[in-house]
Antibody, heavy 118, light 106 residues
């Protein structure tokens, strides 16, 4: 069974860079699929951030693209998100996901709350 | 950007009822639509993809239909476990979600 687990800081200061990692178990990333990130501000709806293939090809939300870097480490079976120039509006639960094709999200991590505050 | 609009925002229903949630896209998305269920404090769960294909393990009382710009999620014979928030998501052009529909017990 595919399992995903996010890790990273729970509190980040404004203007800094958020770094999150998603560890995958039960499936080798190098075998395929897009792997991605979705976030959800407290009490609000869902927002897609972007996805990355094991080859490094990325597929990002245009509204966040300039601030987002996705990377994959097949040797550690994990992938990562960097989000730059944080503001309070980036406060959210961040989920890592496995995509079905480049579309729906068939597997989800449990989510990690990131608060942007000084 | 493709905008997704769900209706209603809140739906009150009783156990055993059949309910329908609608999702409209601002432009045609063929059948590139998914539905998710989310419970408080939990990650969303994929119910349906490609507008009408049931994800493995999802009960058959969930069904999806539609293509182009109008889609529906129907839940038949509501069970206690079904009271949650539901989101649609398009993946025709990048990805966007509807704002959610909260299904409450009447």
């Amino acid at each position: 069974q595919v399992q995903l687990q996010e890790s990273g800081p729970g509190l980040v200061k404004p203007s800094e860079t958020l770094s999150l990692t998603c560890a995958v178990s039960g499936f080798p990333i190098s075998s395929g699929y897009y792997w991605g990130w979705v976030r959800q501000p407290p009490g609000k709806g869902l927002e897609w951030i972007g996805g990355i293939y094991h080859t490094g090809d990325t597929y990002n939300n245009p509204t966040l693209k300039s601030r987002v870097t996705l990377s994959v480490d097949t040797s550690k079976n994990q992938f990562s998100l960097k989000l730059r120039s944080l503001t309070a509006t980036d406060t959210a639960v961040y989920y890592c996901v496995r995509l079905r094709g480049t579309g729906s999200y068939s597997f989800w991590g449990q989510g990690t709350l990131v608060t942007v505050s000084s | 950007d493709i905008q997704m609009t769900q209706s209603p925002s809140t739906l009150s229903a009783s156990m055993g009822d059949t309910v329908t949630i609608t999702c409209r896209a601002s432009q045609g998305i063929s059948s590139w639509l998914a539905w998710y269920q989310q419970k408080p404090g939990k990650a969303p769960k994929l119910l349906i993809y490609k507008a009408s294909t049931l994800e493995d393990g999802v009960p058959s009382r969930f069904s999806g239909s539609g293509s182009g710009t109008e889609f529906t999620l129907t839940i038949s014979s509501l069970q206690p476990d079904d009271f949650a928030t539901y989101y649609c998501q398009q993946y025709h052009s990048f990805h966007t979600f509807g704002q959610g529909t909260k299904l409450e017990i009447k």
